[in-house]
């Protein structure tokens, strides 16, 4: 089955959590791969608050790794911290070795993703788009993002989506290694 569902910020009336709210209330998810180019410690607590009352027990048992970027100094320290400090979490910086190396943390290749990848036992979701791990990201900057969830049984048509959000889940893998 496959569910796609979008969201234009501020402009459709919701934000970016109801797309992370309408995933885990359909599917048991036991991980969670975030790649942001930066993150804010306000952001942090936006998303850690709208997952742990939509569904607690998952989000307190999910296996979270956050891949986030120090490019410019964007990136806050206590959001680090409060990543780092949840269950089950682990955080990486991209090239931070070498972007702290250099002055005004100017990266060689900018790292500017944004997307956060959930999957379990037969479900995969993407929710990806413009919004960073940041609290006008998550709530009310002007941005837009998309979920597209699939999950078993599927339709032969819905497999290629099936593979293009894996393929994501590949894109993580390679980055984080």
Known sequence: MLTVKYVTQPAGGIDYLELFRAALGTAEFTHLDVAAAYATGRGVRVLDEALR???????????KRWLVGLD????????LRELASMPNSEVRLHEGRSVIG????HPARPFHPKA???YGPGVRAAVVGS????????????EWGGLLLCRQP???SEEPVNRQVA????????IWG
Do not use: I, Q
Request: hydrophobic share 35%; glycine share 12%.
């Open 53 to 63: 009352s939509c569904r607690p027990e998952v989000w307190h048992s999910m296996r």
């Open 72 to 79: 410019w100094y964007r990136t806050e320290p206590n959001a």
């Open 102 to 105: 250099r002055a005004g943390c």
């Open 116 to 118: 956060f990848l959930m």
């Open 131 to 142: 919004g960073n791990l940041s609290k006008n990201g998550l709530t009310r900057g002007h």
């Open 154 to 156: 599927m339709a032969g």
């Open 167 to 174: 393929s994501l889940g590949d894109w993580f893998d390679c």
